[in-house]
């Protein structure tokens, strides 16, 4: 009865699956001992300034929060030399995917997205009852000419994830040129950006230059990966007033909280944040490989705060036996590079841990 009253696309909607929190895993085992590579997450925490901050405004938790966040906008606005109304503020990047899908798609258009890159895109189509054309990735990255020359009369959105998640590619400053050559102006491509800080190569692009020439590029954003924010849920999108326009009217009102937007302002005045959590990434990410060269594993050498490991074998069976052993790391089926593992550079003893545990396995 109930089947009947739900939308008919609702029926076949797979859910996001995240992966499991350290709580979880510890009741569910039995474990006292465990830790998590699963989700991208800062080992190193959050500023201390920003929880400093956080702890300051919990006695006004009572009252809503300021419904447009105009504080943050400005905040993030005077960084990147742009005006509030460029900017949008959403629940974490999640929920401006969401919102880009519910402003800009209509039942019967298409979206492109990369076969290798981060399966929220597909599930934004989804939810709009489009078309979603999934162009296969050349060398583990976006092919970039390939999704240009997948583009049809009905594509309205094409999504591209740079550094890429789950692969930890990038594309280059030379590829987006390329791209942008002869690209129809009226689709919207959507940059997601949630690895920007990691992101050091010299030839890793900057988009907003694309923004400020006045392309219809929506930029995203986050805090939650190395500003270690991810509880509080706090993303931002940057984009032509004319789109953020848009974006606003379907954005539900008080969707970032109160603390969240505090924590945030004030994680952009500690200059600290990203260079320490920067260099933990480079170094440990360096030590990674060389451990993996010694087990002749595998992998893809990563732009972000992540690397993605073929295993060369059913990664699902693996993935298990490391968290039986206190280890969570995330298995890519779902993406289907079933063979491969995605690995959250930890602290140095949670990676020695991890390459260990690994090590008994294979």
Known sequence: MIEKLIR??????????PGKPIAEVKRELGLK??????????????????LQAVKKALNSVFLYPEGSGILLKR???????????????????????????????????EIIVSADGFIRYKMAGDLMCCGVIAVPSKD????????????????????????????????????????FQGLREDIIVVFDEAYYEYATQKDYPQTLDYLRKGK????????????????????YGLAGEELISYLER??????????????????????QQIKRSLALVEKEKKK???????????????????VLIDLKREAGEISKKLLASGV???PMGEYKLPTCIRVTIGLPAENNRFVSALRKLL
């Open 328 to 330: 969570i790391v995330r």
């Open 33 to 50: 001992r465990v830790i998590k590579l699963a989700s991208n997450e800062n080992p190193l925490g959050p500023s201390l300034k920003a």
């Open 140 to 179: 583990h990255k976006h092919d970039l000419a390939g999704m240009k020359a997948a583009i049809t009369p009905k594509t309205k959105v094409i999504f591209i994830i740079n550094p890429n998640n789950p692969t930890g590619t990038y594309v280059s400053e030379r590829e987006l040129v390329e791209f």
């Open 75 to 109: 905040k993030i606005a005077k960084k990147l030399a742009l005006r509030p109304s460029n900017i949008i503020l959403g629940n974490g990047s999640d929920e401006l995917i969401e919102i880009i899908g519910k402003t800009f798609l209509d039942p019967g258009d």
């Open 250 to 271: 379907v954005r539900p009102p008080f969707n970032v909280n109160s603390l969240a937007q505090v924590a945030a302002e004030v994680s952009l005045d500690d200059k």
């Open 216 to 235: 219809n590029v929506i930029i995203l954003r986050t805090f939650s990966k190395i500003y270690a924010l991810a509880g509080l849920r706090v993303g």
């Open 8 to 17: 008919k696309n609702i029926l076949q909607f797979q859910p996001y699956i």
């Open 288 to 306: 990674l490989y060389r451990e993996l060269d010694k087990l002749s594993i595998t992998y893809i050498p990563s732009a972000a705060n992540f």
